[in-house]
């Protein structure tokens, strides 16, 4: 099993920008891809940013040239900058981790941090 806790959510104007983290525990040398994920009322989860073990990185094509993943491997955590925040950007962000398990693939998601961008 793998625990994950975000933090780094909050209130901020359009603009703005904010820093999300993530702190992996638990069977942490399962981990392969690490990423976030987000959640806007009404919206389906949807895939924001994800970076491999080896450092590799996917973005949504709404966040490209704003938003950068990152990761350390050594203290098991991985970041969200986000920079010139908007509305739309509001939502509920979910860190999620992909662990290799018998048979195929676990995602294991944390319980998700608040992010509210105002115009």
């Known amino acids: 099993q793998v625990q994950l806790v975000e933090s780094g959510g909050g209130l901020v104007q359009a603009g703005g920008s904010l820093r999300l983290s993530c702190a992996a525990s638990?069977?942490?040398?399962?981990?392969?891809?690490m990423g976030w994920y987000r959640q806007a009322p009404g919206k389906q989860r949807e895939l924001v940013a994800d970076?491999?073990?080896?450092?590799?990185?996917n973005y949504a094509d709404s966040v490209k040239g704003r938003f950068t993943i990152s990761r350390d491997n050594a203290i098991n955590t991985v970041w969200l900058q986000m920079n010139s925040l908007k509305p739309e950007d509001t939502a509920v962000y979910y860190c999620?981790?992909?662990?290799?398990?018998?048979?195929?693939?676990?995602?294991?998601w944390g319980k998700g941090t608040l992010v509210t961008v105002s115009s």
């Open positions: 638990g069977s942490v040398f399962s981990i392969n891809a």
């Open positions: 970076i491999t073990s080896g450092g590799s990185t």
């Open positions: 999620n981790a992909k662990g290799r398990v018998v048979g195929g693939i676990m995602n294991y």
